[in-house]
């Protein structure tokens, strides 16, 4: 069965860059969307962005500027970056499988947050 | 503040039915764009409840319904249970395909 899961630091310091990695098992990278979305303690879903094996990134353009969305097929992994990171960015980081379809397979969330 | 808007919070006795909507504009829900809903249980990743505005996924029971109307769309539950107490979040794109989530409503079963 298709199966996601996040890995990364649990914890940055302001400024610093926010990285994450989402492994995929159960399918092939290459053949869906795969998105990133997060959820700040106590509030909703914000979309992160999206991308295709071989296509470019989607970004919520509230974040354009400091995201940054990759691929490795070989690895059957997708990875998130997050520059410049504020206490704002602290939240739950989903991965999940589909770009703009309905999102049936997530990971389970980790917890990244942002302090000194 | 987010482009789509749902009600912070609803509630009903078990066995009633509530509904939850989620508004958009002529550049979302307005413009055709499927509506998604999902629910979630509090420490868990959201489950997908309803998919391209009416559909419901295997294992979802009927209770739960959708539909979408010019610039909105809307949840049904019927038969309200107490395992129905949870988040919910409407989900739609717009003209640039960015993906948008309403601010969520929790759903309390009296």
């Known amino acids: 069965q298709v199966q996601l899961q996040e890995s990364g630091p649990g914890l940055v310091k302001p400024s610093e860059t926010l990285s994450l990695t989402c492994t995929v098992s159960?399918?092939?990278?290459?053949?869906?969307?795969w998105s990133w979305i997060r959820q700040p303690p106590g509030k909703g879903l914000e979309w992160i962005g999206y991308i295709y094996y071989s296509g470019s990134p989607n970004y919520n353009p509230s974040l354009r500027s400091r995201v940054t969305i990759s691929i490795d097929t070989s690895k059957n992994q997708f990875s998130l970056k997050v520059s410049s990171v504020t206490t704002a960015d602290t939240a739950v980081y989903y991965c999940a499988r589909g770009g703009l379809a309905p999102t049936a397979y997530w990971g389970q969330g980790t917890l990244v947050t942002v302090s000194s | 503040q987010s482009v789509l808007t749902q009600p912070p919070s609803v509630s009903g006795a078990p066995g009633q039915r509530v509904t939850i909507s989620c508004t958009g504009n002529s550049s979302n829900i307005g413009a055709a764009y499927d509506v998604h809903w999902y629910q979630q249980l509090p420490g868990t990743a959201p489950k997908l409840l309803i998919y391209g505005n009416t559909n419901r996924p295997s294992g979802v029971p009927d209770r739960f319904s959708g539909s979408r109307s010019g610039t909105s769309a809307s949840l049904a539950i019927t038969g309200l249970q107490a395992e129905d107490e949870a988040d919910y979040y409407c989900?739609?794109?717009?003209?640039?395909?960015?993906?948008?989530f309403g601010g969520g409503t929790k759903l309390t079963v009296l």
């Open positions: 989900q739609s794109y717009d003209s640039s395909l960015s993906g948008l």
């Open positions: 159960g399918v092939s990278i290459s053949n869906f969307y």
